[in-house]
């Protein structure tokens, strides 16, 4: 399966970044998952949120990329965030674990708002 992977960085703040992510997560696209989320980590952001909303096929080569990237950013005092992952690709980060390792929210609004720290309240 090869759908054209597209990858959009949406935020960059401080040490956080969002990466939105459609198409399908394969054998040939998930090393460019993987450059670029590591990329941005080099950039000074270590705590990433991948918005999954788009994603219409993972395989396990998919799931190496997010493992590869969670351990760099782990190494970058980071983290691995994921958003609006899709039930499908959902159900297989229960089943294999990983969903315990990466936590994942329902849509990147909330993803962010778990990320960022929240504003004051005026005086």
């Known amino acids: 399966m090869t759908d054209n992977l597209t990858l959009t960085t949406t935020h960059t703040d ?9 198409g399908a997560i394969d054998t040939q696209t998930a090393p ?8 941005v980590i080099a ?27 969670m351990r760099c950013a ?3 005092n ?6 609006a992952v899709p039930d499908r690709l959902s159900r297989m980060l ?10 994942s929210y329902p849509s990147i609004k909330a ?4 990320r960022l720290p929240a504003t004051p309240e005026p005086a």
């Not at 229960?94 to 936590?103: K, V």
Request: hydrophobic fraction near 45%.
């Open 32 to 39: 460019a998952l993987r450059k670029e989320a590591l990329d």
């Open 94 to 103: 229960d089943l294999t674990g990983l969903s315990t390792l990466m936590p």
């Open 43 to 69: 950039q000074g952001h270590p705590h990433l949120i991948l918005d999954l909303t788009g994603i219409t096929f993972c395989d396990s080569s998919g799931f190496n990329a997010l493992i590869g990237i």
């Open 111 to 114: 993803a962010m708002n778990t």
């Open 74 to 76: 782990t190494a970058a």
């Open 14 to 22: 401080g040490h956080l970044a969002a990466l939105r992510v459609r």
């Open 78 to 83: 980071g983290s691995l965030t994921l958003a």
